[in-house]
């Protein structure tokens, strides 16, 4: 098995994304609407930012979760003990953002939110009626004006070789939002555990667009839209000395949306925040 670039401008995009989707957790687009340049300029500006000094004025604030996360304390993924190999920034349009980094970034944000709306709209669209009718309201509508949607600017460091036993940079984990949205990034490594419990590469030419189903939108759809368990696993050879820069988006529901019987957004959100050790 292998998952397929399905292109946007395609009469049938919506349909086939869905599809895969659907049978993966996972669909990736080609010739989407976010701009190649700017992605391409984000990942230039937070390197430099990464490899600058300037990083430890915007510490992270526990009770906002906005600012810069050093690799001190990287998260470690539900059911493991040894921490990521990462350090990130947290962007959320009322957080702290170094000013020289604002503009792109919250371009990327409003443009990639858009797109958000669009793909939620396809997924309802071609939601079986028998799972369509659990959605509380439509997809789209769940993420409008939220101020819990994330961006997460990552940067993984070159490996120095003394990395404790067992550690990757991103031990397998599944979201916990909507759909997260994440431009292919400058280096390989994203991996997908398909149904039959092997890791599959996720197509990683510049320029694609990788969409993956979140546990929030699993509990939504009683399971029809799987969400599926991904890593990124460390580079070999030369490709050790390489860093690695990553933009998901992951898309939050406004608190109040109904995403089952058992769960509001906001509740299922801090029962994970909880397992997680974050709050």
Known sequence: MKLETIDYRSENCAEQFVKSLHETGFGVLSHHP???SLVETIYKQWYEF???????D???????QDGFFPASISETAKGHSVKDIK????????????EELKQNILKYYESTNALAAELLSW????????????????????????QKTLLRVLHYPPLQGDEELGAIR???HEDINLITILPAANEPGLQVKTKTDEWIDVPSDFGNL?????DMLQEASQGYFPSTSHRVINPEGADKTKSRISLPLFLHPNPEVVLSDKYTADSYLMERLRELGVI
Do not use: C
């Not at 915007?58 to 009770?63: A, D, G, H």
């Not at 962007?91 to 953002?97: A, D, F, K, M």
């Not at 990788?210 to 979140?214: A, D, E, L, M």
């Open 34 to 36: 976010i701009e190649k």
């Open 50 to 56: 990464f490899n600058s000094d300037n990083k430890d």
């Open 58 to 64: 915007f510490l992270f604030k526990p009770e906002t």
């Open 87 to 98: 350090e990130y920034y947290h962007v959320y349009p009322w957080g702290r953002i170094p």
């Open 123 to 146: 997924i309802e669209k071609y939601s079986p009626a028998d799972v369509a009718k659990h959605y509380s309201i439509p997809l789209s509508q769940m993420i409008e004006n939220s």
């Open 170 to 172: 991103a031990a397998a």
């Open 210 to 214: 990788i969409i993956n189903i979140g």
